[in-house]
C-alpha cells in the first residue's frame, strides 16, 4: 500500500526546459547587478566567501561574479552558486517575471493524493529554497501546501541507494509504502534498491526504461491503497 510519494521535478512535475532556458540564463543576466546591490548582506557576503574557500584564493567581488558565471554555464552543483541563484530567483519570482513551471497534470494530480491521505515529498537536485519558491510560484497557485517536506542533495547523491533509505527514515514510513516519480533511470534504480516503488515519467525527451512502471503523465500513474 502506497502511503506517501516523493516525486522528482525536472522532466517529471516539471519541463527541463524551464531551468535551462528560464532559471539558469535568469540568474546569469542579474547575478552582478544583484551582488552589487546586496554585496553586504550577511548571505549574499558569505556565499561570496565561500567562492573564494573554493578556488582556494582571496578573490574580489568581480572575480567571484565571473566564476560564478564560468559555473552556471558548467551546470556546477555547488554550494555558494546554488544560494545566490535562489535568491536572485526570489527575487524574479516576486517581482513576476517568470512563475515556477509545472504540468497541469501535475498539479491537479498532487491535488487529488493530497485530498486522498497521501503525504507528498520532493527530492531534487535543486536547494530546498529554490524547490519552495518553484511550487510557491506557479501559475496554478502556491502549491507549498500540498507538501509534508523537500529532499535536496544534502541527503546524498539521487543516484545512491542510501539517499533513499535515509529520506525513508525520515518520512517515517516503510519504503515500500513510498512511490518514488522520475523520469531518470538511475534514480529510479536507487530507489528500487533502497526498497521503494517506483515508476517512470515519460515527458518530451524521455527514453524509456525496461524494468520500472512507466506512465507518460501524473494521470497514468497507477497508486496502490
Same mark, same amino acid.
Given at each position: !500500500?502506497?502511503?506517501?510519494?516523493?516525486? /522528482? %521535478?525536472?522532466?517529471?512535475? +516539471? +519541463?527541463?526546459?524551464?531551468?535551462?532556458?528560464?532559471?539558469? #540564463?535568469?540568474?546569469?543576466?542579474?547575478?552582478?547587478? @544583484?551582488?552589487?546591490?546586496?554585496?553586504?548582506?550577511?548571505?549574499?557576503?558569505?556565499?561570496?566567501?565561500?567562492?573564494?574557500?573554493?578556488?582556494?584564493?582571496?578573490?574580489?567581488?568581480?572575480?567571484?561574479?565571473?566564476?560564478?558565471?564560468?559555473? %552556471?554555464?558548467?551546470?556546477? $552543483?555547488?554550494? #555558494?552558486? $546554488?544560494?545566490?541563484?535562489?535568491?536572485?530567483?526570489?527575487?524574479?519570482?516576486?517581482?513576476?517575471?517568470?512563475?515556477?513551471? &509545472?504540468? =497541469? /497534470?501535475?498539479?491537479? $494530480?498532487?491535488?487529488?493524493?493530497?485530498?486522498?491521505?497521501?503525504?507528498?515529498?520532493? @527530492?531534487?537536485?535543486? +536547494?530546498?529554497?529554490?524547490? $519552495?519558491? &518553484?511550487?510557491?510560484? *506557479?501559475?496554478?497557485? /502556491? &502549491?507549498? =501546501?500540498?507538501?509534508?517536506?523537500?529532499?535536496?542533495? +544534502?541527503?546524498?547523491?539521487?543516484?545512491?541507494?542510501?539517499?533513499?533509505?535515509?529520506?525513508?527514515?525520515?518520512?517515517?514510513?516503510?519504503? /515500500?509504502? %513510498?512511490? @518514488?516519480?522520475?523520469?531518470?533511470?538511475?534514480?529510479?534504480?536507487?530507489?528500487?534498491?533502497?526498497? !521503494?516503488? *517506483?515508476?517512470?515519467?515519460?515527458?518530451?525527451?524521455?527514453?524509456?526504461?525496461?524494468?520500472?512502471?512507466?506512465?507518460?503523465?501524473?494521470?497514468?500513474?497507477?497508486?496502490?491503497?
Amino acid at each position: !500500500m502506497i502511503r506517501a510519494i516523493l516525486t /522528482d %521535478i525536472e522532466g517529471t512535475t +516539471s +519541463s527541463i526546459a524551464f531551468v535551462k532556458e528560464v532559471l539558469f #540564463p535568469y540568474a546569469s543576466a542579474h547575478l552582478a547587478e @544583484f551582488v552589487h546591490s546586496h554585496g553586504s548582506d550577511a548571505e549574499v557576503r558569505r556565499s561570496l566567501d565561500e567562492v573564494s574557500e573554493i578556488c582556494g584564493q582571496r578573490l574580489n567581488d568581480g572575480e567571484a561574479i565571473a566564476q560564478l558565471l564560468r559555473w %552556471i554555464e558548467e551546470d556546477r $552543483k555547488l554550494t #555558494p552558486l $546554488k544560494a545566490l541563484q535562489g535568491l536572485i530567483w526570489e527575487e524574479g519570482y516576486r517581482h513576476g517575471d517568470f512563475f515556477g513551471h &509545472l504540468y =497541469p /497534470d501535475a498539479a491537479r $494530480k498532487l491535488r487529488e493524493w493530497k485530498e486522498q491521505g497521501l503525504a507528498l515529498y520532493i @527530492f531534487s537536485s535543486g +536547494s530546498v529554497y529554490a524547490q $519552495k519558491l &518553484l511550487f510557491g510560484h *506557479t501559475e496554478h497557485g /502556491d &502549491l507549498t =501546501p500540498l507538501f509534508c517536506g523537500y529532499f535536496d542533495t +544534502s541527503v546524498g547523491a539521487k543516484q545512491a541507494a542510501d539517499s533513499y533509505r535515509k529520506i525513508a527514515e525520515r518520512i517515517g514510513f516503510a519504503a /515500500d509504502e %513510498i512511490l @518514488f516519480l522520475s523520469d531518470v533511470d538511475t534514480e529510479l534504480d536507487a530507489a528500487r534498491a533502497a526498497g !521503494m516503488q *517506483t515508476c517512470q515519467l515519460l515527458r518530451q525527451g524521455t527514453q524509456a526504461c525496461q524494468h520500472h512502471p512507466l506512465a507518460v503523465d501524473f494521470d497514468g500513474i497507477i497508486v496502490s491503497r
